[in-house]
């Protein structure tokens, strides 16, 4: 399969520890995007990668939020000293130069 | 950004075409149209884009209101597997090309009758 992957697909967490995600895009898309969502809502956009570089950075991003591309190819998302409210759904899509985003299947967050 | 309004919710019988509509009156000239949808347990997945044609593929149909203030996805014979979340998105022309991060809201929840 040659999709979007994300790793772990579930991750359980007790509050105040640092979690850290990792999503690897579809082979030579440029573009990597870092979502998050809640139950009953939709996705909201978190931040945004274009090669290695980070382009933009949603409000939403508190300081405790880390996202990196180091090769431009895979990325990490780090969630510092975690917060029940950070229990959600974390989805990363990538995409070549179109309007066209692929989406992986997230890693659930459950703080406890 | 532009704001997109949505059913919260619809309902339609198997084999039968479904017509999701979108109102966003707000949008602007390089606003482009997306549609996603997402079923349950899996991450959205890209349905069509338009700008000011309408545009068919072989997932849906995109028809675009002539002032651009609302569209409607057509899903032509809908299946149980069409059952999902389908969300109505509007996003600007990335400067290099492709699009910035979504804006999704909480779109229209399909459901299938069989």
Redo the contacts between chains.
């Keep these: 399969d040659t999709g ?1 992957s994300q790793n772990p697909r579930h991750k359980i967490t007790k509050r105040g520890q640092n979690v850290t995600f990792r999503c690897d895009p579809i082979s030579e898309h440029n ?1 990597l ?1 870092w ?1 998050r969502q809640t139950l ?9 990668f ?1 090669n290695e570089a980070q382009l ?1 950075k ?1 409000r939403l991003l508190s300081d405790r939020f880390s996202a990196e591309r180091p090769k431009g190819s895979f990325s990490t998302l780090e969630i510092q000293r975690t917060e029940q409210g950070d229990s959600a759904m974390y ?1 990363c ?1 990538s ?12 890693t659930r967050l459950t703080v406890l | 950004d532009a704001k997109t309004t949505q059913p919260n919710s619809m309902e339609s019988n198997e084999e039968e075409p479904v017509h999701l509509p979108c109102n966003h009156s707000t949008i602007s000239g390089t606003d482009y149209i997306h549609w996603y949808r997402q079923l349950p347990s899996q991450g959205p997945e890209y349905v069509i884009h338009g700008l000011t044609s309408n545009v068919n593929n072989r997932m849906a149909s995109l028809a675009i209101a002539e002032d651009r203030k609302s569209s409607t996805l057509i899903l032509h014979r809908a299946t149980l597997r069409d059952a999902a979340v389908y969300y109505c998105i509007l996003s600007p022309r990335f400067s290099g090309g492709g699009a910035d991060g979504l804006t999704f809201g909480k779109g229209t929840h399909l459901i299938i009758q069989p």
């Design positions: 979007v573009r995007y979502y009953g809502q939709g996705p909201e956009f978190l931040t945004y274009q933009e949603s989805l899509a995409s070549l130069v179109s309007m066209k985003q692929f989406f992986g299947p997230g």
